[in-house]
């Protein structure tokens, strides 16, 4: 197929991919800024970050590259409103929020110009997105890595959006090579959202442990784990999920860094533990990956995972 360029309100990507955010610091300016120079859409994952920090990072991206940057924050931290405004004030291209819906969000984004794209999962919010001013959607079926909002698969839901909406939709989740891609978008979708190939990138902080689980990850290591925040998630099981499917992990220090925590365990660790930031420990880290993790075979440098989804878009 020809590859269409992704047109978001004013901008232009040449690829129609967006890197998903992945919190917490396992997408930096690093890995964002590669694949805006590869011509797609690089995402930094702001959760987890305190302002300065992403402001940081922002413009570290913004040093290393011309193309298309933003920014994920998760609606349901305590810092959301702060983080996305610090993000809107670097002058970010665009800002992605998922777990959980912002209304206010759109005026922020209005008063700027800044484009707006909420994670949802279903036809009814993408109708509300686009009344709200959502410059495009993001839409993430069941198989995504990370905080999941629906059981629904991707291929169920997104012609169900397409036909409601007039802006963009992007789809997310369990989406690997550039067959994939070509399957979304033969289903109307304007663009995809990968999050699992590109955590296991060269580039990525994903710690060397999460790395090596992501290549070595059978189909029936993925599980649906837990989350504090109040919605499952998607995962790769070891020793961290088997406790905490079990019992409550000991907080030591509480962050108090979510709207609402269950306090089962605390999120932002497990998270942060999974990248080169933490320890990398089994016993600590919460690997989120998606549901096509298996099919990932290589920890490759961004310049060639883009190489080859071009190539297979290209015979699809
Ligand atoms: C390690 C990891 C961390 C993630 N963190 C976030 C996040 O902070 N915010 C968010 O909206 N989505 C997050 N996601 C979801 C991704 O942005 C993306 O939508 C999802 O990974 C797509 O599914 P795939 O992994 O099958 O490609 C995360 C996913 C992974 C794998």
Redesign the pocket.
């Known amino acids: 197929m020809k590859i269409p360029e992704l047109k978001i309100g004013n901008l232009k990507a040449k690829l129609p991919i967006i890197q ?4 917490v610091r ?1 997408s930096t300016a690093r890995l964002a800024a590669q694949v805006a120079n590869e011509g797609a859409i690089g995402v930094i ?1 702001g ?1 987890g970050l305190n302002p300065q920090e992403l402001t940081d990072e922002i413009k570290l991206a913004r040093s290393l590259t011309d193309g298309i940057i933003g920014v ?1 924050v ?1 609606y349901a931290v305590k810092d959301f409103a702060l983080l996305v405004k610090t993000a809107i004030s670097s002058s970010i291209d665009l800002v ?1 929020s ?2 959980g819906f912002s209304r206010e969000i759109f005026t922020w984004g209005r008063e700027t110009d800044t484009a707006i794209l909420p ?1 949802v999962s279903s036809a009814r919010l993408a109708i509300l997105a686009e009344r709200l001013g959502a410059k495009a959607v ?1 839409v ?1 079926g069941t ?5 999941l909002g629906t059981d629904r698969r991707l291929v169920d839901i997104l012609p169900e959006v397409v036909k409601k909406v007039e802006i963009p939709v992007i789809g ?4 690997i090579d550039g067959f994939d891609i070509a399957k979304i978008l033969n289903l109307g979708a304007s663009g995809v ?5 590109f ?1 296991a990138s060269v580039e990525s902080n ?1 710690s060397d442990a999460m790395k090596k689980s992501y290549i070595t990850a059978t189909k029936d290591d993925v599980i649906s784990v837990p989350s504090p925040v109040g919605l499952p998630g998607r995962a790769i099981r070891n020793r961290f999920t088997d406790k905490i499917n079990g019992d409550k992990v000991k907080i030591t220090k509480c962050n108090n860094c979510l709207k609402a925590c269950s306090h089962r365990y605390c999120i932002m660790d497990a998270l942060l533990e999974a990248s080169s930031f933490g320890s990398g420990a089994e016993e600590k880290a919460l690997f ?5 993790v298996d099919r990932i075979k290589e920890i490759l440098p961004v310049k060639e995972i883009i190489n080859n989804l071009k190539k297979e878009l290209k015979m699809a």
Request: charged share 10%.
């Open positions: 998903g955010g992945m919190a396992i994952a959760t994920n998760l992605i998922g777990a994670v993001i993430e198989e995504a890595g990370g905080h997310a989740g369990g989406i959202q990968m999050g699992t190939r955590a994903a989120f990956a998606g549901s096509c």
